[in-house]
């Protein structure tokens, strides 16, 4: 089968004469199929360098004519202008246009018009629409391409009925990311209203009504020179989301490393935002320690709740195990599938709880990547998930999440740092939870990850650490 795409100035008669051409073509081969791409005479410049630049083609002028290789794949193979066309048309086909140059600018008005008021149809019914704005950094990581397929479900945004997808990457060039837009139109979710790709700050954070940070701006030169690069990166997304996000924008930081320092760095550089409205994920540690516990004591992951994570995300962290439960646990003491027990009172080794038990949480995640070779994206994407559905009343107000927000006051933690602690989602927003025992091994360990988070402001990268308490 022979598929042309022909695209052309709405206002070119060449491109109105090589139109009619190809329909006479259509009617008369059965197999042959052109895709007609009628783009209105100011923005056409800008669509012929763009599409040209990223299939490697030289042209210059309307209308433009490339063959689809639907039988090879891959890219479009560039036939040229009118004359190549036409050219084309009389060798194989043996079919020529006659069409004098009245008509010609006759069907090319006609098709200005029609094509203007296609798009001020379409410009109307965008602004009828009031779509979520979702912003994504970090948009080339692997993280983010099994996150957009989740994202992009009913059950994560129920109550909105059109999703406007920016994908931003400020190390991605445009080529990569026009292939991640096409992967994600290809979706096809009934929620996705459009998907927009973005590789410089120009137009970052507008409209935002959820932004989830994702780029940990990897570099080779050294932990300093990536603290640095990190650093001027996310106050410059700070005054941005400042002056064009919503103001009731959902800010989540995730990553592996400066996840406390990012967050602050957003919440220090948008101050007309609430300070409420930024979070830093430590749920993919929570499911981490619930992965070990469950392999202890043979039950499933989901078995395990209620695992607390306190600290520095990317640094020092404190496990909780003081209101963690485990269900279907097959021990002395059996109950119906709703019945719980307090997994201290399961696990009585304090000896493996406060060695191995911490060791093995800590390698985790290294284990995965070790044996991967990239980084545990999946583990990741289910943390924000299970963060953003709860910000948007899909659990219980039972339900504990560990999150790093800003301090103000509470369990005695020095104010205006940003440390993961345990909080609740209910309406929309969280609330710390205060129904927890912080005794004074607890206070004393908190008090070391507030010492330490002050040391990355000053380009002092911090010691990885960690403690479990119980």
């Known amino acids: 089968m022979a598929k042309f795409v022909l695209a052309g100035k709405a206002d070119c008669p060449y491109y109105a004469k090589a139109e009619l051409l190809a329909d006479v073509l259509q009617r008369s081969l059965p197999n042959f199929r052109v895709h007609k791409i009628s783009v209105l005479p100011a923005e056409w410049k800008e669509w012929l360098e763009s599409t040209c630049e990223r299939n490697g083609w030289k042209h210059n002028n309307s209308p433009l004519v490339w063959r689809e290789l639907v039988e090879q794949g891959g890219k479009g193979m560039l036939l040229g202008g009118f004359s190549d066309f036409l050219n084309h048309c009389q060798d194989y086909y043996g079919i020529t246009s006659d069409m004098s140059t009245d008509v010609m600018q006759r069907i090319a008005a006609e098709n200005l018009e029609t094509q203007s008021s296609l798009t001020a149809e379409e410009r109307h019914c965008l602004s009828l629409i009031q779509p979520l704005h979702v912003w994504i950094t970090g948009a080339l990581s692997l993280t983010c391409q099994i996150l957009i397929p989740c994202l992009l479900s009913a059950e994560v945004f129920p109550k909105d009925a059109a999703v406007a997808l920016h994908l931003l990457d400020l190390e991605g060039d445009e080529e990569e990311m026009q292939r991640l837009k ?139 195990l003081q209101r963690a439960k485990v269900f279907n646990y097959r021990g002395a003491i059996r109950g119906p599938a709703s019945f719980s027990q307090s997994v201290l009172q399961i696990l009585h080794d304090r000896k493996w709880l406060e060695t191995e038990f911490q060791q093995q949480v800590r390698l985790q995640r290294a284990v995965v990547v070790s044996k991967t070779g990239h980084a545990a994206a999946i583990s990741a994407t289910n943390g924000i998930l299970r ?45 710390v939870l205060l129904d927890v025992t912080v005794d004074n091994k607890l206070q004393e360990e908190l008090k070391l990850c507030a010492k330490e988070l002050p040391q990355v402001f000053h380009n002092k990268a911090p010691k990885t650490k960690q403690s479990t308490h119980s």
């Open 182 to 320: 096409m992967d994600v139109e290809d979706l096809a979710p009934s929620v996705l209203l459009q998907v927009i790709v973005h590789t410089d700050l120009d137009q970052a954070f507008h409209e935002a009504s959820i932004i989830l940070l994702l780029d940990d701006f990897r570099n080779d030169a050294g932990n300093e020179t990536k603290l640095r690069v990190t650093t001027e990166h996310y106050r410059e997304y700070g005054h941005l989301i400042d002056g064009q996000a919503n103001k009731q924008v959902k800010v989540i930081v995730s990553g592996d490393s400066f996840v406390n320092l990012r967050c602050s760095l957003l919440v220090e550089n948008a101050p007309s935002i609430n300070s409420h409205q930024f979070v830093a994920t430590a749920t993919q540690l929570e499911n981490e320690a619930r992965a070990v516990l469950a392999k202890k004591m043979r039950v499933r992951p989901s078995d395990v709740t209620d695992v607390i994570v306190w600290g520095n995300v990317s640094g020092s962290f404190i496990i909780d």
């Open 387 to 431: 963060v953003l559905k709860a910000w948007h009343g899909a659990y219980g107000q039972d339900e504990v999440f560990s999150v790093g927000v800003l301090c103000t006051g509470f369990f005695k933690l020095p104010y205006g740092i940003i440390l993961s602690v345990p909080v609740t989602f209910m309406d929309g927003k969280w609330s």
